[in-house]
């Protein structure tokens, strides 16, 4: 084996091969270093020439201080610090970006060395063996990767050996471009590409389309269409107070836009009943002002458009700023409580029509369910009997075949294609046409084409609408915020179950192929800005709000569709039925179309009962009570008062949740180092109480401390310190001596953050303590490099519980260091009262 050379002056190699140890040495490193270096570990390739070999002059002492390191050639490894070696002795390594990139797979003639050493590097894992000190990976216990793959795992092909540790330096800004070096490491050279497929998913999933998917998407698009078309008429004119096509609109331009910018293949986007009545009060709320007349249809319209294109704006500026996150703020409790008083609302609603009521309803349409209630008990004799049975007729049929094929689904899958609704909305057009019932008093949808030509846009945001603005905003954010939620809902059920998409089959070559689309990440983010631009759209031509709707969505994935192409189909459907269908909607009677609603608000109640016997059986009766104000309020008011209602009593819970502190008190298991929470069941495992230390008082933070939650933080430890939990009521009465605590034990293992507020206030705790000569100790604290133990540092805190031999890494190293301060102290105070007696004996023994 070649020896190294004893010329310290040999020179580096030249270009971009020429590499150098670093001269600075953790003294962890250092203090490995053999006094008498055998030159093994830069001399691992045998080389045929002279040229090759690497120098070593300086003496042990020099090694040890880490003045040199010896020159590295290149077939030998070449790490940048001591602490991050790569483990193939043979790599041609290539800088990037100031990355060191080994080569795959390590040179031929290293591979008889690997086995001779194979516990001491290589893909081996690490023994500490004579011939190597450093571990037998290129990571530590602190870096990056043994975070993700585990401390001393195998070394993976490609990671990276330069700054990943915590202890380098800071990475630089052109290091921490990580996208750019992983795009370059693994040969992606075209990152516009990249963002492009990422940013408008159609780019990637049109790449994957093929002709086999596209019977499926189309089955499903016309399903759809026949049972969501006649919804959005309803929708439109029942609910939204508007001309029915507006509805149809929503189906025209915002599924088309969502497939090319949303995230998840399978939702299908529409109106839905809850954003549909919202936009319809906003509507009724204009007129009954005065601002314009009930048939006003053209003005109806454009305040929809409005209050559309309004919530398409928040919800895309909320994309914008990543506020993805959004769609947890609202609990379980609240959303079953609205929605359950919206499904009560919209049945209530379509009463009315369905009764034959309308013309004499002009004052109960604009009051509160309880005021509709009232008007149909005073005025049910006035009920037209066959509008009455025809529309409750509907609702039977599309109920009873509901339930039946919800039976026969399970053995019979071909019965989700039965299109229920929309024969019974055919057949009802056809007899309505067929018997003239329009003579008989029924109310028919008439002839619902647009004046002029059809797709009519109008910019919302006209400062003519400015007006309209003050009333629609705050719907429009309240739109948004359950639109998002149902389409997060919608989108995480159908990205959670990619059974579809992993689903093989074998095409002519005999090659596996997916049947479905991959490579579509579903991002909240990105929902948003897809849901933001497609209501934008559809506010310009005054259409509905719409939001992916779950059941929609599992009505497309369970009739064949795979891709967002069956979303393009569903807009091509409705063109085509705007342009040449519409006059075939003639006959249709608006009592079948309020029928159809009916229907959707049964579906909104019905998840009502499950969730409250779920809540009132684990106990949880502050989610009841919620849920019954939310009703209440909705019920007797309107929605916007529940919503806001709701919305208040969330945040307020959320609020007190977050800035309530957590400290514990901890005890000891008897004859173990094990600490548990005192303020639980005092027994342990094994039924025995647990200890605490005289004159020690141990608490432990499991929470990151802010400005929210260290306002009572001293209130809590102070009734911790009286009282023994911070459990008991403030009138009670000291139980507990606090002269007695000498020793304050703090348990950081949970503070994984810290705010300059909170800082600020665990300084002025700290500080007080000490006056009192209570001595502190942290445990478990975060790194030197975290911002909590930067905090710490600079806000004086390490300065004033007495340095930072106050912070240890355990409760119980810090029990030792008491006991042993505690042992000392008597020690010496032992020796003052001997000295002290001797002193005193000595003067009662003198003449």
């Not at 530590?140 to 585990?150: K, L, M, Q």
């Not at 949303?262 to 986007?269: D, I």
Request: a neutral charge.
């Amino acid at each position: 084996m070649a020896q190294p050379s004893s010329n310290s002056s040999d020179p580096p190699r030249s270009g971009s091969q020429s590499h150098s140890r670093s001269s600075s040495i953790t003294p962890g490193w250092s203090q490995h270093v053999p006094a008498n270096p055998s030159g093994l570990r830069n001399s691992r390739v045998v080389s045929n020439s002279s040229d090759n070999l690497g120098a070593l002059s300086t003496s042990p002492d020099q090694m040890s201080r880490g003045e040199h390191l010896p020159q590295l050639e290149d077939d030998n490894i070449r790490p940048s610090t001591a602490d991050s070696a790569s483990p193939f002795p043979d790599e041609d390594s290539r800088s990037v970006e100031g990355y060191t990139e080994p080569r795959s797979q390590p040179d031929v003639r290293t591979r008889l060395l690997g086995q001779r050493h194979q516990s001491s590097y290589g893909t081996n894992d690490n023994e500490n063996g004579t011939y190597s000190p450093r571990p037998g990976t290129h990571r530590t216990v602190s870096s990056i990767d043994s975070v993700t793959f585990g401390f001393a795992s195998r070394f993976l092909p490609g990671a990276l050996t330069k700054r990943d540790t915590y202890n380098d330096d800071p990475l630089t800004r052109q290091e921490m471009d990580m996208t750019k070096v992983l795009a370059r490491r693994h040969g992606i050279t075209d990152r516009r590409k990249m963002y492009i497929l990422y940013y408008f998913p159609f780019a990637n999933w049109i790449r994957q389309y093929r002709w086999s998917f596209v019977r499926g998407d189309l089955i499903s698009a016309f399903t759809m269409a026949s049972f969501y078309l006649p919804m959005s008429l309803s929708y439109a004119a029942n609910l939204g107070h508007i001309a029915p096509i507006n509805g149809l609109y929503s189906f025209a331009f915002n599924p088309f836009v969502y497939a090319l910018l949303g995230t998840c293949p399978q939702m299908v986007v529409g109106p839905e009943a809850a954003g549909s009545l919202l936009t319809g009060q906003v509507v009724r709320e204009n007129i009954s002002n005065g601002k314009h007349a009930d048939d006003d249809q053209a003005k109806n319209a454009q305040i929809a458009g409005m209050v559309t294109g309004l919530s398409g704006a928040v919800i895309l500026l909320a994309g914008l700023c990543r506020l993805g996150f959004l769609d947890s703020v609202l609990s379980r409790p609240f959303l079953r409580g609205f929605i359950s008083a919206i499904g009560i609302v919209i049945f209530v609603d379509q009463l009315i029509p369905e009764m034959g009521l309308d013309k004499f309803a002009h004052g109960a349409v604009h009051g509160s369910s309880l005021d509709k209630i009232v008007f149909l008990l005073n005025n049910y004799s006035h009920a037209h009997g066959l509008t009455c049975a025809v529309s409750f007729g509907a609702f039977a049929v599309v109920m009873v075949c509901r339930e039946v094929k919800k039976h026969l689904q399970p053995r019979m899958n071909w019965v989700a294609y039965i299109p229920d609704r929309f024969a019974v909305v055919v057949l009802s057009a056809v007899f309505a046409w067929a018997f003239d019932w329009q003579s008989r008093g029924l109310e028919i949808l008439g002839d619902i084409r647009a004046e002029g030509r059809p797709f009519k846009a109008h910019f919302p945001f006209e400062p003519s609408m400015l007006q309209h603005a003050t009333d629609a905003f705050s719907t429009a954010i309240l739109i948004a915020l359950l639109g998002f939620f149902e389409s997060s809902v919608a989108a995480k059920s159908l990205g959670a179950a990619p059974k579809q998409r992993e689903v093989k089959k074998k095409d002519d070559n005999g090659e596996d192929i997916p049947d479905g689309i991959e490579g579509v990440i579903v991002s909240p983010n990105r929902e948003l800005v897809a849901l933001g631009v497609a209501n934008i759209i559809g506010g310009v031509f005054m259409a509905l709000p719409a939001f992916g709707g779950y059941g929609r969505s599992k009505v497309n994935a369970s009739t064949g569709g795979k891709t967002p192409m069956s979303s393009v189909f569903l807009s091509i459907i409705t063109v085509i039925c705007i342009l040449f269908l519409l006059p075939y909607f003639y006959y249709i009677p608006k009592g079948v179309l309020s029928a159809m609603i009916s229907v959707v608000a049964y579906s909104l109640i019905e998840e009502a009962p499950h969730d409250i016997s779920f809540f009132y059986r684990i106990s949880g009766y502050s989610e009841l009570l919620l849920m019954l104000l939310i009703f209440l309020t909705t019920f007797l008011w309107n929605l916007r008062i529940g919503i806001f209602v709701g919305i208040a009593l969330s945040l307020l819970r959320l609020l007190r949740h977050s800035t309530r502190p957590r400290i514990q008190i901890l005890g000891r298991v008897p004859n173990s180092k094990t600490f548990e929470n005192a303020e639980l069941p005092h027994q342990t495992e094994t039924g025995e109480e647990l200890e605490f230390v005289e004159n020690t008082l141990i608490i432990k933070i499991p929470e990151p401390l802010t400005f929210a939650n260290t306002g009572s933080l001293k209130t809590r430890l102070k009734r911790i310190e009286e009282h023994g939990t911070s459990r008991a009521h403030p009138a009670l009465p000291k139980v507990r001596s606090t002269e007695k605590d000498k020793v304050l034990i703090i348990d950081c293992h949970g503070v994984t953050g810290m705010d300059p507020a909170a800082a600020q206030v665990l300084l002025e705790i700290v500080a007080e303590y000490r006056e009192r000569g209570v001595r502190i100790y942290f445990c478990r604290v975060m790194g030197r490099r975290s911002e909590v133990w930067r905090l710490m540092k600079v806000s004086g805190i390490v300065e004033t519980v007495g340095g930072e031999d106050k912070f240890v890494g355990s409760v119980t190293e810090a029990l030792e260091i008491v006991e042993g301060e505690r042992a000392v102290a008597e020690r010496l105070g032992s020796v003052v009262d001997r000295v002290e007696g001797d002193v005193e004996e000595g003067r009662r023994g003198a003449p």
